[in-house]
């Protein structure tokens, strides 16, 4: 499994948290590039999260998403893939 590196945050570096929680990307209906920015997308809305001391913003993006009402693309599924690859050191310290 992919897992993305700050290095790979480049192309959206100029996205703020605001931004990111509005979700307002299209995907461009290449599942593996689409899944990569959705990576990317992760990294850099967990960093702006977590330096905002605002975990309620991952809220916004679901609401986002969902009020879409489509399925769920590439850009989806790289994003929330990221963000439970960034979270499994925290899941195994809360389930010891």
């Known amino acids: 499994m992919y897992l993305a590196t700050s290095n790979d945050i480049a192309p959206d570096a100029a996205l703020v948290l605001r931004d990111i929680s509005?979700?307002?990307?299209?995907?461009s209906g290449e599942w593996s590039s689409d899944n990569a920015r959705g990576r990317r997308l992760a990294l850099r809305f967990a960093s702006q999260m977590q330096e905002a001391?605002?975990?309620?913003?991952l809220g916004h993006v679901v609401a986002s998403i969902a009020k879409r009402g489509s399925e769920?693309?590439?850009?989806?599924?790289?994003f929330f893939s990221q963000l439970a690859q960034l979270l499994r050191p925290a899941l195994s310290v809360v389930s010891a």
């Open 72 to 78: 769920l693309t590439g850009l989806e599924v790289g």
């Open 53 to 57: 001391d605002s975990p309620a913003s």
């Open 22 to 27: 509005a979700w307002p990307f299209e995907a």
